[in-house]
């Protein structure tokens, strides 16, 4: 309760000089009170870093509430756990702590977990997003389902996010009846037209691509190939010796202004078929069966531990799942619209939800951030910006899809206390290797003078400054002008300092601001077409290589942008930086360099050229940046 809402009675007005000593009832009910306070701090356990304790302060004060019953929060911003807390009761009756190792049904949460197992088959070479699932499973070809590839699964617009046939959810518990019955069916509606929320068929798809490919069942594959390596607490199918420390849910009600379902619609097709009480989740044959789509049990640090994967570009504590390349599939849009089982608009990506306007999730920010949520309120957030994973369980559900207001107020503490009104990490998106890339609406664009000066123009802002960030390098190095052409293809080098400070060579970053044309950049053995009014910024110890686009590239015919022609004449302009004095260090590695030792000289500067490329070379090879995007026309 906060006092200050509170206003005395003139019944019994407040005394101010009283003291303690002044009454035994006095000091009886201060000892009650401080009693009441030392518990109620104490309901928050774990670590929690001290920029952070605002969020930690949250969880205090929903549970001391009861808003919230038992919960987890998570936070890993750059590999380091900066965030690890749980507290509450993992039980109605609050009997039983909700302890460190407490896990609980996370909903559709799980997809997260089950789109990861699919892309780690894609970056393995086992599963190709744009392949038909019926090459890997035949027997889904009946009914004209040829054309549903792996991607449009992924992404919920397959066409078949529920059953025609009468299901139960015991029938949920028969792999073979759930499976056989999706192939035998035909798709609702044209594959890639629009999403539907794949609620329960998802986990059966994707379980049935994992068997068919691996010979393992989903359960095992995430056991074997992600919760174990990444030391990971999260269970597709609890065992027995953990159903002893699985929280319970607790249900909520439905509003009392609900409609009823359709039976004949989509949503009523999906949502009445089967037909769940989510108090079934506490059932222990629930808790032990394989639902790709909704019976992951596990904790905010499971599911951080294993989802920071993406934010961190593919790999944790060493354990490697994806490559840069893979990760960089999940940002292409398949979907964007209202959905046609759960209404909202919504915006997919290749495996997860993506943010952006017009979307139900616009209190997120935009950006290279992925998520998805668990009904009740569960989410997980991965900005790839900020190279940070945010993961929030509890056991007290509210009727929400996306996020309930708690969800919302822990997520706002926690970008609240990151202050990202003004900072680098607002500019563009960055490439898994550390490099930055800057344009369109990745910068600030803002109003140069006041309207009473009459002065026209407008101020395109690529970054804050090193002022605002003390972590972004301040440049002394060499600056000037360069007038690229096709002919001026560079061979692929690094930059290091000059050893001027005696302690050793450094790897260094580079600014790169295209001014006008559009360029080619090979950063880490990509190559990247790159707009004009672009401010790249290469990360330390990235090989790269520069050159001009091929004369005749469209962007806006190709699609990439719709903001009139950007044709390119074979010349771009580029305004060149570094961060301090170096030298050219030519090299036929494309790996990002750590230490100076990691550099292998090359003196054959001919056979490290940028390629010569013509127009169909760059649509078919290379990523198109735009705004903040990258992505690959030929995907």
């Not at 509606?189 to 999403?195: A, M, N």
């Not at 550390?434 to 664009?445: C, K």
Request: overall charge negative; hydrophobic content about 40%; glycine content about 10%.
């Amino acid at each position: 309760m906060n006092t200050s809402d509170a206003e005395p009675s003139e019944a019994a007005p407040i005394s101010t000089t009283l003291s303690i000593s002044d009454s035994p009832y006095v000091r009886i009910l201060f000892a009650i009170v401080s009693l009441q306070y030392a518990i109620n701090m104490s309901l928050v356990n774990g670590h929690c870093d001290a920029q952070f304790e605002p969020v930690s302060l949250l969880l205090q004060e929903f549970l001391s509430s009861s808003e919230e019953l038992g919960a987890s929060l998570a936070l890993n911003i750059d590999g380091k756990d900066v965030i690890d807390i749980w507290g509450g009761h993992d039980d109605s009756q609050q009997t039983r702590p909700w302890e460190e190792h407490t896990i609980t049904n996370v909903a559709s949460c799980t997809k997260l977990v089950t789109n990861l197992a699919a892309l780690v088959l894609v970056d393995r070479g086992i599963l190709d997003l744009n392949e038909k699932v019926s090459k890997y499973w035949p027997e889904f070809a009946a009914q004209g389902k040829t054309d549903i590839e792996v991607r449009h699964v992924l992404s919920h617009t397959s066409g078949l996010p529920g059953w025609d046939e009468n299901m139960t959810v015991d029938d949920l518990y028969d792999w073979g009846k759930a499976t056989s019955a999706l192939a035998r069916q035909a798709g609702w509606w044209k594959p890639g037209t629009q999403s539907g929320y794949q609620s329960f068929t998802l986990g059966f798809i994707v379980g049935e691509l994992v068997r068919r490919t691996t010979g393992q069942t989903l359960k095992d594959f995430i056991r074997t190939e992600i919760a174990e390596p990444l030391g990971a607490d999260f269970q597709l199918g609890v065992r027995n010796e953990d159903l002893p420390r699985v929280s319970d849910v607790i249900p909520p009600s439905p509003p009392a202004d609900m409609p009823a379902l359709d039976p004949t619609s989509i949503p009523g097709r999906v949502q009445l078929n089967p037909a769940f009480d989510f108090e079934l989740a506490n059932s222990e044959r629930w808790r032990k069966a394989e639902l790709g789509a909704s019976n992951g049990h596990t904790n905010a640090a499971g599911l951080m531990r294993i989802m920071s994967a993406l934010a961190l570009g593919g790999s944790v504590n060493g354990h490697r799942l994806l490559s840069a390349e893979t990760i960089n599939l999940i940002f292409q849009e398949q979907a964007k619209g209202p959905d046609a089982v759960v209404g909202m608009p919504l915006r997919f990506g290749i495996g997860y939800g993506l943010t952006g306007k017009n979307t139900a999730v616009e209190w997120l920010p935009e950006g290279r951030i992925c998520f998805w949520g668990g009904f009740g309120g569960s989410m997980v957030i991965m900005d790839l910006d900020r190279r940070m994973t945010i993961s929030y369980v509890m056991n007290k559900l509210d009727f929400v899809g996306l996020g309930s207001e708690r969800t919302k107020a822990y997520i706002k503490a926690i970008y609240d206390a990151l202050d990202t009104r003004i900072t680098p990490l607002e500019y563009g998106f960055a490439l898994d290797n550390g490099t930055r890339i800057i344009h369109g609406q990745g910068s600030l664009v803002k109003d140069g003078f006041t309207p009473d000066l009459n002065i026209p123009g407008k101020l395109e802002v690529f970054s804050p400054g090193h002022r605002a960030d003390p972590g972004v390098p301040c440049f002394c190095g060499p600056q000037g002008l360069f007038p690229f052409t096709t002919e001026n293809r560079m061979p692929r080098h690094v930059h290091m300092s000059n050893n001027s400070s005696g302690k050793g060579k450094r790897y260094i970053v580079e600014k790169i601001h295209v001014l006008e044309g559009i360029a080619l950049a090979e950063l880490g053995g990509q190559i990247y077409v790159i707009p004009p009014k672009t401010l790249v910024l290469i990360g330390p110890g990235v090989p790269h290589s520069w050159t001009a686009c091929p004369r005749g590239l469209d962007l806006e015919a190709l699609g990439v942008t719709d903001s009139g022609k950007i044709v390119s004449e074979g010349r771009f302009t580029a305004v060149y930086e570094y961060e301090e004095p170096t030298a050219f260090y030519p090299t036929r590695q494309t790996e990002t360099l750590k230490d100076e030792s990691d550099y292998i000289e090359c003196t054959d500067l001919q056979s490290i050229r940028f390629p010569k490329m013509e127009v169909a070379d760059v649509v078919k090879d290379a990523w198109f940046v735009w705004d903040r995007t990258v992505r690959k026309l030929n995907s």
